[in-house]
Each structure stands twice: as C-alpha cells, then as structure tokens.
Nanobody, 120 residues
Framework: VQLQASGGGLVQPGGSLRLSCAASGRIYTINDMGWYRQAPGKQRELVAT???????NYADSVRGRFTISRNNAKNTVYLQMNGLKPEDTAVYYC???????????????WGQGTQVTVSS
C-alpha cells in the first residue's frame, strides 16, 4: 500500500492551497484518513481527520479555515486550506488506516509528506 500526497507549495498569507492524498495497492477498506503536519523543531501534530462515514475532527488552530474531505471510490483524502498563516508552514503528511484484505486488521499508513510554506 502506498499513499501519494500532492498539492503543497509556496503561498502568501491569506492564500489557499488544496492537498490531495491517494492510496493505492492492495486495499480492502480504509477506515479513518487524516492530515498531520510537522514544523521545523516541532513534533508532528494532528491537523484534521475524517471517518469513512464523513465525520470530521479538526485541530483548534485550523478549525474554520481548513476543510477535510474524502472520496471513498477513489481512496483519496483532501485538505482545503484557506486563510493560510505563516504558522501553518510545515511538512504535511497524510495518514490512512487500511486493511489490505478482509481478514486484516487496519494499520497505519503514511504518505511521503508535502511542503507547505506560507510567506510574503
């Protein structure tokens, strides 16, 4: 199983970016999907998660500015980021709990990370 993230880049404060992350390989089902980020010198932190049924959870720092969504048919999770601030600068990682076969328990998979830089 692989997770491929894309959509990062350089944006000015107040701007927007949309991250995507597609899962591929042997996949029976995907439970929770999410985005995490890690800024230089800091620990990785949760940004947002979404269940298979679409229930979402956000970090307080991004609630109201970021929106997480997913397309179960495409095994893809998205993160729409609006009103970006310099403190949002980080490497963003996608995560998915995947069962490769019907009898497998779900386990964590991580994408390679995509850089988001917010600067004027």
């Amino acid at each position: 199983v692989q997770l491929q993230a894309s959509g990062g880049g350089l944006v000015q404060p107040g701007g927007s970016l949309r991250l995507s992350c597609a899962a591929s390989g042997r996949i029976y089902t995907i439970n929770d999907m999410g985005w995490y980020r890690q800024a230089p010198g800091k620990q990785r932190e949760l940004v947002a998660t979404i269940t298979r049924m679409g229930i979402t959870n956000y970090a307080d720092s991004v609630r109201g500015r970021f929106t997480i969504s997913r397309n179960n048919a495409k095994n893809t999770v998205y993160l729409q980021m609006n009103g970006l601030k310099p403190e949002d600068t980080a490497v963003y990682y996608c995560n998915a709990e995947i069962s490769p076969r019907s009898w497998d328990p779900p386990y964590d998979n991580w994408g390679q990370g995509t850089q988001v830089t917010v600067s004027s």
